[in-house]
């Protein structure tokens, strides 16, 4: 490696080496980064699941569903954010019952109407609305709630007979999107590595599924032959590298990769240039899509982009998103 990598790598390992191994294990699968309704966590697993059964439409309705799921915690979480009190939660479930915009002060979102709409009476939204009891909603949403997709995806691929594509997901964390390809019921279709620069990530992740192949490694200098895996996802590493560093990287996931790439980003923006914004001895920097895109699309067949904002916006009515900066990415090689 030159010595220029070697020094960015040595920056990078500290920089997440110094956490405490315990906020590690936790700090990205919390509130709106929650896998269970993180968007581009959702995203990545429907992409595998379309890799693995690409004839079950039926799925399609799931997904979607599985997003609007997603998107009335998310507003509901936001909510809970302001003075609020559990018998005016309650009101919003008579409100969607009688196909009002509004339970007294609260507006009801458009896209939260079309859903309940949609959906048969009793459903996952009088629970979500309802758990509070009357004295506080200080309570944190119950996991039964949280679970709602994770426990209908489970049975459904229960049913599926065993078919394995390889999957490579480097900057893995503490296995903080695995654990929920385990508990979805997807893992047991991959044949999964995750790698990640922090020893204790590693640690954590194997801590939590022994069996499972996760390992020490930089996506800088990868030492897996070309094209060992169908498929590599990877979130929210790219804007913590150097773009020279980038470059490489982008350049080694292509190369180790045979079929597809999903890469969910946090801080992108349609500018010109990408903002290199150094922080501590890392980088936090706002990427251009442009520039990335075109990353991407020298190495690869095609590559399309998904601005998260703008295609809830669209496709589900939902103005809200909490990161209007995150895209995901998918190239296919
Ligand atoms: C913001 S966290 C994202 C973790 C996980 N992908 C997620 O979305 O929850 C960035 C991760 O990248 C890892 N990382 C940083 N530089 C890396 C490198 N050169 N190679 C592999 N992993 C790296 C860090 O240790 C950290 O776990």
Redo the contacts with the bound molecule.
Sequence with gaps: MDNWLTL??RN??Q???KYDQHI?MDY??QDV?D?RINV??ILTRHYLLRQLFPGCYDYDYLMDQEIRFALAVNWLRKLLKTPIRSEQLRSIVYALGEGQSAAGEILIPRFLQETFAALKFPNYMCYLFGYAPVETVELPIPEYILNTFQKIWREILEQQPGQTISVL??????A??YRFLHTFGIARFLDYTG????EK?IHNARHLFAAADFRV????AMDFPDQSFDYCF????F???SVP?MEV?VSEICRVTRQGIVI?F?NMQDIALHQVQPVAS?HWNILSLARTREMFTARAAAVRVIPISSWLASKFHFQETHNPHAYAFYVEL
Excluded: M
């Design positions: 960015e790598t990078l390992r920089s997440w080496q590690l990205l699968v980064e896998p581009p966590s997901e480097p900057a893995c964390g503490s903080n999107d790698f990640d620069l922090c990530n490694g930089n996506v800088l990877i979130h929210d590493l804007e913590h590298l560093a990287a969910g946090f890392y």
